[in-house]
Nanobody, 124 residues
Framework: EVQLVESGGGLVQPGGSLRLSCAAS????????MSWVRQAPGKGLEWVSA??????????SYVDSVKGRFTISRDNAKNTVYLQMNSLNPEDTAVYYC???????????????WGQGTQVTVSS
Protein backbone atom coordinates (compact mmCIF):
# COMPACT_ATOMS: atom_id res chain seq x y z
CA GLU A 1 0.00 0.00 0.00
CA VAL A 2 1.35 3.39 -0.99
CA GLN A 3 1.55 5.92 1.82
CA LEU A 4 2.79 9.48 2.05
CA VAL A 5 2.56 10.75 5.60
CA GLU A 6 3.25 14.42 6.29
CA SER A 7 4.18 15.80 9.68
CA GLY A 8 5.62 18.92 11.23
CA GLY A 9 2.80 21.36 10.68
CA GLY A 10 1.41 23.60 13.38
CA LEU A 11 0.88 27.13 14.56
CA VAL A 12 3.79 29.54 14.24
CA GLN A 13 4.18 33.28 14.60
CA PRO A 14 5.08 35.47 11.62
CA GLY A 15 8.80 35.32 11.02
CA GLY A 16 9.04 31.86 12.51
CA SER A 17 10.13 28.56 11.02
CA LEU A 18 8.77 25.07 10.56
CA ARG A 19 10.16 21.91 9.02
CA LEU A 20 7.73 19.63 7.27
CA SER A 21 8.50 15.97 6.68
CA CYS A 22 6.87 13.46 4.37
CA ALA A 23 7.58 9.79 4.94
CA ALA A 24 6.96 7.53 1.96
CA SER A 25 6.32 3.81 1.74
CA UNK A 26 4.91 1.29 -0.70
CA UNK A 27 6.74 2.51 -3.80
CA UNK A 28 10.31 3.09 -4.96
CA UNK A 29 10.76 6.52 -3.40
CA UNK A 30 14.22 7.09 -4.89
CA UNK A 31 12.78 6.83 -8.41
CA UNK A 32 10.22 9.59 -7.93
CA UNK A 33 10.41 13.33 -8.03
CA MET A 34 8.68 14.87 -5.04
CA SER A 35 6.73 18.07 -4.70
CA TRP A 36 5.10 20.11 -1.99
CA VAL A 37 1.72 21.57 -2.89
CA ARG A 38 -0.40 23.77 -0.64
CA GLN A 39 -4.00 24.87 -0.40
CA ALA A 40 -4.86 28.04 1.44
CA PRO A 41 -8.33 28.49 2.94
CA GLY A 42 -10.88 29.03 0.20
CA LYS A 43 -8.30 28.76 -2.58
CA GLY A 44 -7.12 26.18 -5.06
CA LEU A 45 -4.00 24.07 -5.02
CA GLU A 46 -0.69 25.89 -5.40
CA TRP A 47 2.52 24.11 -6.26
CA VAL A 48 5.29 25.22 -3.89
CA SER A 49 8.47 23.28 -4.60
CA ALA A 50 9.87 20.18 -6.27
CA UNK A 51 12.98 18.04 -6.12
CA UNK A 52 14.10 15.43 -8.57
CA UNK A 53 14.62 11.78 -7.71
CA UNK A 54 18.33 12.10 -7.03
CA UNK A 55 18.06 15.29 -5.01
CA UNK A 56 21.46 16.62 -5.96
CA UNK A 57 22.56 20.18 -6.55
CA UNK A 58 20.47 21.98 -9.15
CA UNK A 59 17.60 19.55 -8.83
CA UNK A 60 15.10 21.79 -7.09
CA SER A 61 12.59 24.43 -8.07
CA TYR A 62 10.36 26.85 -6.15
CA VAL A 63 7.42 29.12 -6.70
CA ASP A 64 8.61 32.72 -6.65
CA SER A 65 6.77 33.59 -3.44
CA VAL A 66 8.87 31.17 -1.36
CA LYS A 67 12.27 31.49 -3.03
CA GLY A 68 14.95 32.31 -0.49
CA ARG A 69 12.66 31.30 2.40
CA PHE A 70 11.85 27.61 1.78
CA THR A 71 14.25 24.75 1.10
CA ILE A 72 13.24 21.34 -0.18
CA SER A 73 15.47 18.34 0.43
CA ARG A 74 15.23 14.58 0.54
CA ASP A 75 16.90 11.61 2.16
CA ASN A 76 16.42 8.59 -0.07
CA ALA A 77 17.86 6.29 2.59
CA LYS A 78 15.00 7.32 4.87
CA ASN A 79 12.35 7.59 2.14
CA THR A 80 11.61 11.10 3.34
CA VAL A 81 11.27 14.51 1.76
CA TYR A 82 11.47 17.72 3.77
CA LEU A 83 10.42 21.32 3.44
CA GLN A 84 12.28 23.78 5.63
CA MET A 85 10.19 26.93 5.88
CA ASN A 86 11.73 30.12 7.25
CA SER A 87 10.48 33.68 7.56
CA LEU A 88 6.91 32.50 7.48
CA ASN A 89 4.13 35.00 6.92
CA PRO A 90 0.34 34.73 7.18
CA GLU A 91 0.08 34.18 3.42
CA ASP A 92 1.85 30.85 3.92
CA THR A 93 -1.09 29.55 5.94
CA ALA A 94 -2.37 26.46 4.15
CA VAL A 95 -2.63 22.71 4.19
CA TYR A 96 0.64 21.39 2.79
CA TYR A 97 0.64 18.17 0.79
CA CYS A 98 3.53 16.12 -0.47
CA UNK A 99 3.15 14.54 -3.87
CA UNK A 100 5.07 11.96 -5.88
CA UNK A 101 5.63 12.07 -9.65
CA UNK A 102 7.62 9.50 -11.66
CA UNK A 103 9.28 12.38 -13.52
CA UNK A 104 10.66 15.75 -12.50
CA UNK A 105 8.40 18.34 -14.18
CA UNK A 106 9.16 21.35 -12.03
CA UNK A 107 6.09 23.46 -11.37
CA UNK A 108 3.64 21.19 -13.20
CA UNK A 109 3.87 17.78 -11.56
CA UNK A 110 1.76 14.92 -12.84
CA UNK A 111 1.05 13.55 -9.40
CA UNK A 112 0.87 9.81 -8.97
CA UNK A 113 0.53 9.76 -5.19
CA TRP A 114 -0.68 12.31 -2.64
CA GLY A 115 -0.24 12.60 1.08
CA GLN A 116 -3.07 13.50 3.43
CA GLY A 117 -1.73 16.96 4.24
CA THR A 118 -0.52 18.85 7.28
CA GLN A 119 -1.88 22.19 8.45
CA VAL A 120 0.43 25.19 8.71
CA THR A 121 -0.98 28.28 10.36
CA VAL A 122 1.01 31.48 10.58
CA SER A 123 -0.56 33.90 13.01
CA SER A 124 0.29 36.13 15.94
Amino acid sequence: EVQLVESGGGLVQPGGSLRLSCAASGFTFSSYAMSWVRQAPGKGLEWVSAINAGGGSGSTSYVDSVKGRFTISRDNAKNTVYLQMNSLNPEDTAVYYCAADPQFRGSTPDVRYWGQGTQVTVSS
